[in-house]
């Protein structure tokens, strides 16, 4: 009971120890550092003036020594893998809890019903985070099988694109803002920049160059530009947003339509190469996209379907709590340097 402890706190405590509190390790100097054997029962952490249970025969020194293995065995059950950092952070916990639940312990502190408390919902935790650590290890059973499978269906996914994107804005620079009675004069600079995106594509598929399209788009709009860079690299449909998914349907050489996002701006792509990943090159992120995907219906059956008093939770008159929630969103390609600029 008293060793549960003991891992429990260690246990909660390992989120902050990870974000460095407690004794860094020394830094090693470069170059070739010495070769240390530490066998598995010499001893890692020693506690002197401390003694444990039972007491050390008369004329011995007072002191608890830890040794690699039991302290090993610790860490493997906190944190398969525990980085050399973190365990030093660990034993400094660790040396500090022996002394201090010894103390606890003598002044009755682990017979009171707050303690029994803490150890029920303590075991829950500990058994909780042990299943949530064998649903991942079974998720990372990956075979190459399921990567080939993987990579079958979702083939559309590893195509990589080469883009020139021409950013057409969608009013015109200084022009007027809604509700400020001057809405006339706004429809018709969004008319006008409709048409410029309209005129622009025509151009771009007749072949003209994308960074000089841009350059008047930037013109038209009122917005002084010498030089644009409208090439995109290693664009995958993921990072497009939805709307604009289709074109990596496009043929080298082919000009997109214009796409006008609601409240946004214009958009026109034209693309210049195209490529699909290999089963190697994609692996990795196979891999990774399988296991999350295996872990996330893992967990399914422990989420949700839950009732939560209001009465207790949120008693009349009381401001009610903004919901917390885990917002997936999908990633969006980041805004070229002239986009940047122009907001």
Avoid: W
Wanted: proline share 7%; aromatic share 6%; net charge negative.
């Amino acid at each position: 009971m008293r060793f549960l402890c003991l891992a429990g706190l260690i246990y909660l405590l390992l989120a902050r120890l990870t974000y460095g509190q407690g004794v860094s390790p020394a830094t090693v100097p470069a170059g070739e550092a010495p070769v240390t054997v530490v066998a598995p029962d010499d001893p890692v952490i020693t506690v002197n003036d401390f003694c444990g249970e039972p007491a050390p025969p008369p004329g011995n020194g007072c002191k608890t020594v830890i040794t690699r293995a039991q302290f090993e065995k610790l860490c493997e059950a906190l944190q398969p893998g525990m980085s050399l950092s973190l365990r030093l952070n660990v034993a400094n916990a660790y040396a500090r809890n022996l002394r201090m639940s010894a103390a606890a312990e003598k002044l009755g502190l682990d017979k009171t019903p707050a303690f029994e408390e803490e150890m029920r919902y303590a075991r829950m935790q500990l058994l909780s985070q042990d299943l949530s650590r064998a649903l991942q290890a079974d998720a990372n059973n990956i075979t190459d099988a399921d990567l080939e499978n993987y990579y079958k269906k979702n083939g559309a996914s590893f195509e990589e694109a080469t883009l020139a994107r021409i950013f057409v804005p969608r009013t015109k620079e200084g022009g007027a803002a809604h509700g400020d009675g001057e809405d006339a004069q706004t429809k018709a600079d969004e008319d006008a920049m409709t048409k410029v995106a309209a005129d622009l594509r025509a151009r771009a598929v007749q072949g003209e160059d994308p960074d000089k399209l841009q350059v008047e788009a930037y013109t038209e709009a009122g917005i002084p530009r010498t030089s644009a860079n409208t090439k995109m690299e290693k664009v995958r449909r993921d990072a497009l947003p939805p709307q604009h998914e289709a074109v990596m349907d496009l043929k080298p050489g082919e000009v997109s339509e214009v796409f006008s996002d609601p409240g946004g701006a214009h958009f026109i792509y034209k693309m210049i190469s195209k490529h699909t990943l290999t089963l190697d090159d994609a692996k990795t992120e196979i891999r990774t996209a399988i296991s999350s995907q295996r872990y996330r219906d893992g967990m399914k059956s422990f989420q949700g379907d839950v009732v939560f008093s209001d009465a207790y939770f949120n008693p009349p008159g009381k401001p009610v709590p903004e919901p917390q929630r885990n917002r997936r969103e999908r990633r969006k390609k980041p805004p070229t340097s002239a986009e940047k600029d122009h907001d």
